[in-house]
């Protein structure tokens, strides 16, 4: 099958060369994919796929305005078919109030063309052999302590190839890895959870994160209830991506200049400008942030309120989208930002939240608690209202409660309530960043840096029978 492919090179061309509209985009994405599933100590599946999508976007004109149509096939495309597919949608769609003129050659793709021509690399097994490797001692240790270790490793290898009829040519390929862990007591009461992403999986320390899912099970055998409240609450870093990754999607500059935002201004406008909070906080994403290199330009093929398809290449730079505590940028594409007098800016694969001269670890602010809970992960959250970025969620696989610098017990779950935004403000002190992994929504950004929060009053607004 793969033989009889044609290089995604080459199919972008020939979707190009097809077309008869005024202007055209052709996306090829190749994802090679490997995976492997574990539980009852054992592994128990892995897997090997191949997946192409083929995207083509005609663009024409029709009574003095610009209309897109999009159509995507899968594996290896009838190019004829889906480029006149496209163009008919084309000429049944609106006008699109996002047209500007396709960047060309030397314009855009943030440097990524240089190697167009290059076939797509495929990931296989073998980038998995060391988590296998540490697998087998980690089922071994786990019967010897009366616990089961589930979850799964997967990694995958994404090459782009998008090409414009302005003459544009941009290729990236990105590895992209996760773990996650549970451990479970034999007799299910206790459990916990550990996740990491990756890129190629060299120093993942598995059984540094098997170590540390014993100590919070060890932790769980002192169990202790609680009502629901505000309480003083260490959120790890893991737990602040959990709720960081909501408030970069609400980064929106339409939603917050048409009053549906957390950011928009009173009486109009937007909140660019405004503290958001008093400590020196900076939220950035940048495509070459050191571990957390990503894609440097736009890949989009569909066009929304804050990216457009005509932005297909669009370089990525260093953003900052809270600096010094205050709101600096909102996302907007060309056409948006043209319209509201501001810089474009669109969101990239990767999100930092960094508090300069931080330097703590969860571990040591954890000995400076008299008294308050630590979180290991949120799971199932929910927006409640956009307007204040309210969201609710539970706590899973872990909440403990700590007297005097000490663990002394696991407490029951919690759903909770609470506002990303407003809790930046409440922040009573963060530690170091470091490479963190949403358990909520790390299948999607898997490339963030977060520093453990001490909040004085996380809100528990309920409590949760889950187990």
């Not at 299910?188 to 098997?210: C, I, K, Q, V």
């Not at 200049?257 to 020196?280: H, K, Y």
């Not at 706590?395 to 779950?413: I, K, M, P, S």
């Not at 530690?431 to 996380?458: H, I, K, W």
Request: with cysteine; net charge negative.
């Amino acid at each position: 099958m793969t033989a009889r492919l044609t290089p995604p090179a080459q199919l972008v061309e020939r979707i190009l060369d097809a077309s008869r509209a005024e202007d055209c985009i052709a996306v090829v994405e190749e994802d090679s994919q490997v995976e492997v599933r574990f539980a009852n100590n054992t592994t128990t599946t892995n897997g090997v796929r191949r997946l192409r999508r083929v995207t083509a976007m005609s663009i024409t004109a029709t009574s003095g305005a610009l209309s897109v149509g999009v159509e995507s096939r899968s594996g290896e495309p009838d190019v004829e078919a889906l480029v006149r597919a496209s163009e008919g949608a084309a000429s049944a769609s609106p006008p699109a109030e996002d047209a500007v003129p396709l960047l060309g050659a030397g314009e855009g793709d943030g440097g990524g063309g240089s190697a167009f021509e290059e076939p797509a690399p495929l990931t296989d097994l073998s980038v998995l052999r060391g988590v296998l490797d540490g697998l087998a001692g980690a089922f071994e240790r786990a019967r010897s302590r009366a616990h089961v270790l589930s979850g799964f490793a997967t990694h995958e290898l994404t090459t782009v190839y998008v090409g414009t009829s302005a003459g544009l040519r941009a290729r990236h390929q990105q590895p992209t890895g996760s773990l996650e862990l549970v451990a479970r007591s034999t007799d299910g009461a206790r459990s916990a959870w550990a996740g990491r992403g990756t890129e190629w999986f060299e120093g993942l320390d598995l059984d540094g994160l098997h170590r540390n899912l014993e100590r919070r099970l060890d932790w769980a055998e002192r169990r202790l209830e609680l009502p629901a409240g505000r309480y003083e609450t260490l959120l790890p870093p893991d737990a602040t991506a959990d709720l960081m990754i909501f408030l970069y999607g609400d980064l929106s500059g339409r939603d917050a200049e048409d009053g549906r935002s957390v950011f928009s201004a009173p009486g109009g406008g937007t909140r660019v400008g405004e503290s958001i909070t008093d400590l020196p906080v900076e939220l950035r994403s940048d495509p070459r942030e050191p571990g957390l290199e990503s894609i440097p330009f736009l890949v989009t093929t569909a066009s929304g309120s804050d990216v457009s398809v005509f932005d297909n290449g669009l370089p990525l730079a260093r953003t900052s989208w809270i600096e010094e505590g205050r709101l600096e940028r909102l996302f907007y594409h060309r056409a948006g930002a043209a319209r509201s007098q501001v810089a474009p800016a669109v969101p990239a694969d990767n999100l930092v939240l960094e508090i300069p001269g931080a330097t703590a670890s969860l571990e040591e602010m954890v000995a400076r608690t008299r008294k308050g809970l630590l979180l290991t992960c949120l799971w199932y959250i929910r927006t409640v209202d956009p307007v204040t970025a309210l969201l609710t969620g539970l706590t899973r696989d872990g909440v403990y409660l700590v007297e005097d610098g000490e663990v002394v017990g696991a407490v029951n779950n919690f759903r909770f309530n609470e506002s990303p935004v407003e809790l930046l403000s409440r922040i009573a002190e963060a530690g170091a960043s470091e490479r963190a992994f949403s358990r909520e929504s790390g299948e999607y950004m898997n490339r963030t840096s977060m520093p453990p929060l001490r909040v004085p009053d996380f809100n528990m607004s309920s409590v949760s029978p889950a187990t």
